[in-house]
């Protein structure tokens, strides 16, 4: 297997995230396409009933559910830089949680919705941070020389899955640690770089997406990163993001370009656990707005 090239790599460094994730009770899916069309988004796991949520000039990107489904969590530069930020689904109001002149990303909650895991380089360096839900409370939980970002909860609420690379421009490996940031533990150990990686909500599988020969393809494994199998691999296409369903059946995931839609604009799609793909949606601002999203 080949290298996943610098240029590839440095993209992925600037936009590891959730693109896009069911809601708790399974009725919608919060995304956001990667690159220029990065509003938030909510759509039916069917494809109908699609609508912008969260609409801003800058880039607004990785919508995370709260447990109780009446939030999303997200990233936003609004500010001039990465921080994190809670819409009120019902509302439309967002609220700012981390207000600081370092970069906060890629928030997730915890299973019981107080606490919130993520990535800032307050430090001088990814790593993995604490905070309650309201923002405060910060503390730290990675301490290393590795660049750590894209932490994700499992859904019992004991382990944190990350991913890990020696520098922004090398590949990256999966790890977990306990919530308390001890007993580190290498889930993937490949040439290729993993990324954009989940938990199944049962908490046994994983999935992600690793650069295989230049091809974006969709993995899933064992949480303990055994019997890895490829689910999508399609080449000449970028797949990003994927999320389970709450039943575990179904994995959503965003592609570059869509088969069948306006050439050059993303597409969501969802797969079943043999692979099967099945297209949910192509609609962004800039098929309803034109290239002006203000």
Known sequence: ????????????????????????????????YIHSIEDLYLVNP?????QIVEKHPDRDFAPVWSPNGK????????DGHHELYELNIKGGKSTRLTQTEFDSED??????????????????????????????????????????????WSPDGSKILFR?????????????????????RQITNTPSS???????WS?????????????????????????????VRKEGYQAFYPNWSPDDK????????????AEGYPALYKADLAGNEVLISNKNSFHLYGKDKN
């Not at 307050?122 to 790593?127: D, F, I, L, P």
């Not at 993993?194 to 199944?200: G, I, M, N, R």
């Not at 994995?251 to 069948?260: E, N, P």
């Open 1 to 32: 297997m080949k290298q996943i090239p610098l240029a590839v790599t440095f993209t992925i460094s600037l936009f590891v995230a959730s693109a896009q994730i069911w809601s708790p009770d399974g009725s919608k899916i919060a995304f956001f």
């Open 46 to 50: 069917d494809g109908s009933n699609f």
């Open 71 to 78: 939030s999303l969590l997200f990233t936003s530069v609004r």
């Open 107 to 152: 928030g997730y909650y915890s299973p019981d919705g107080k606490q919130i895991v993520f990535t800032s380089n307050r430090s001088g360096n990814n790593e993995i941070y604490l905070m309650d839900e309201s923002g405060k409370d910060v503390r730290q939980i990675t301490q290393t020389k590795a660049v750590e970002t894209t932490a994700k």
């Open 164 to 184: 890990s690379a020696i520098a922004a421009d090398t590949p990256a490996d999966l790890y977990t640690i306990d919530a308390d940031g001890t007993n580190r």
């Open 194 to 200: 993993e990324f954009h990686q989940s938990w199944s």
């Open 203 to 231: 908490g046994a599988r994983i999935c992600y997406i690793s650069v295989v020969d230049g091809t974006f393809e969709l993995h899933i494994a064992n949480a303990d990163g055994s019997d890895d199998e490829v689910l």
């Open 250 to 261: 179904w994995i959503a995931f965003t592609r570059d370009v869509s088969d069948g839609s």
